[in-house]
């Protein structure tokens, strides 16, 4: 397993300095557009010395890394606030998010695919390829588009967008998860209104990990080798249930845990449409503010960032497979 270590830094490298060369890329002076229309050039050349913007380009890079990987990640050009403060307060909502969507998705994905492939109906397998076919073919933003018409208008049973009633007093902030702190300090009825604006927005992106889980899963368990170990241990007089908690949800664990691995990038992708369609206060709007504003250290710290969480998930999936199945482990 450590002989994957260099691939994965290099992986991590060559993401970091391609972000690098696409912020740089971005037309405008930040410094400038840091002091607006009143731009006096002695300042300009003090503030870009200060940020190291006036060195050669290759030494803008190592620098940016040294900052990042050390958490100097510098004051936003616009607000003036730390980056890392900014952080800390918008990435529990994209944490929590994510995480919901997640295990709303692994669910679904693994039920369907259970049920398709030990069902005698052939609607069942209709239902789990086509899962798969809406999670690559359909935009997420057009599911959270319809999902927001049908349960925001036409029922009316969920708010439109953000994530918590703004008449209300919010939970109080103990790890910024509006779920947790709620449970945490016992109150019950800011529990349901965190859930109430949740729902929506987690199903949306839950469409993602579902398609492949399910996917990926059903085309394990429907293996010919599978299949004859399922009718050989109904022979034996196991009922479905045995068959599924004992054995087939502990063969699908490896497939399963490699598609969150490899879809957590698209999971990412998916969080900064879905929290803009849904008004969402997370890392993925505040991400898209920074890029337009040319706040190139907000946007490229959090951009490293994120290649940095993805690139790790990948790699302790890597690790947790070859751990549950060491022949996939050699393979990979």
Known sequence: MLRKVPFFFALYVFASFAIFA?????????????FGKVIDPERVAVERERLGLDRPWLEQYFLSQKR??????GRSLSSGRETTGD???????????????????????????????LGTHPWAARVANGL??????????????????????WLAWFPMGGRFDMTEIQPDRITGLFLVDSLLTGEWDK??????YLVLSSLCLSVYPAAGVASVTYARLREPELQAFVVALRSRGYGTSRIIWRHLLRISAAPTLTVIGTTFGSLLGGAFLTETVFSWPGIGRYLVNAILARDVFVAQNLL????????????IS?????????????ER
């Open 318 to 330: 890597d690790l947790v497979v070859s751990r549950l199945d060491p022949r996939k482990g050699e």
């Open 304 to 315: 490293t960032f994120l290649v940095l969480l993805v690139v790790l998930v990948a790699f």
């Open 191 to 196: 529990f349901g209104t965190a859930a109430r």
């Open 22 to 34: 696409a912020i740089s890329a971005i037309p405008g002076d930040p410094v400038k557009l840091r």
């Open 132 to 153: 798969g076919s809406i999670g690559l073919v359909v935009p997420i933003f057009w599911i959270g588009i319809m999902l927001l018409v049908v349960g925001a208008l």
């Open 68 to 73: 990042f990987l050390s958490g100097d990640w």
């Open 87 to 117: 952080v800390s307060l918008y990435m529990p909502a994209t944490i929590e998010l994510s995480l919901c969507a997640m295990l709303v998705g692994v669910s679904a994905g693994l039920s369907v695919a259970l049920f398709a492939s």
